[in-house]
């Protein structure tokens, strides 16, 4: 089955850093493009971080951009996160994403891991 576990998450303050991983099973990592999305409460969900399943494109949010970077090491299925210069309004519930496109975009595989939280105190 397919599992993305996450850990890392915690109580952080402001100006300080936070290293997120997710490691994949149960699927072919490494035809998967990989992402971090976030929700605070009373917000939508938004998409933090993405990565190329060959780890040869990224793209960020603008709100994190230069402060925050995604990597990954297909040989351990995983994908990290790396966090500095927090703040508090980064606060949220940050989940791991794999997703897929395949047969000329006629299907689309996405899973989720079950979230991890972050708290930016200030």
């Known amino acids: 089955q397919v599992q993305l576990v996450e850990f890392g998450g915690g109580l952080v303050q402001s100006g300080g850093s936070l290293r997120l991983s997710c490691a994949a099973s149960?699927?072919?990592?490494?035809?998967?493009?990989m992402n971090w999305y976030r929700q605070a409460p009373g917000k939508e969900r938004e998409l933090v971080a993405g990565?190329?399943?060959?780890?040869?494109?990224?793209n960020y949010a603008d709100s994190v951009k230069g402060r925050f970077t995604i990597s990954r090491d297909n040989a351990k299925n995983s994908v990290y996160l790396q966090m500095n210069s927090l703040k508090p309004e980064d606060t949220a519930v940050y989940s791991c994403?794999?997703?897929?496109?395949?047969?000329?975009?006629?299907?689309?595989?996405?899973?989720w891991g079950q979230g991890t939280q972050v708290t930016v105190s200030s």
């Open positions: 994403n794999a997703k897929q496109v395949s047969n000329g975009g006629r299907h689309e595989y996405t899973y």
């Open positions: 149960g699927f072919v990592f490494g035809t998967y493009a």
């Open positions: 990565i190329s399943s060959a780890g040869g494109m990224t």
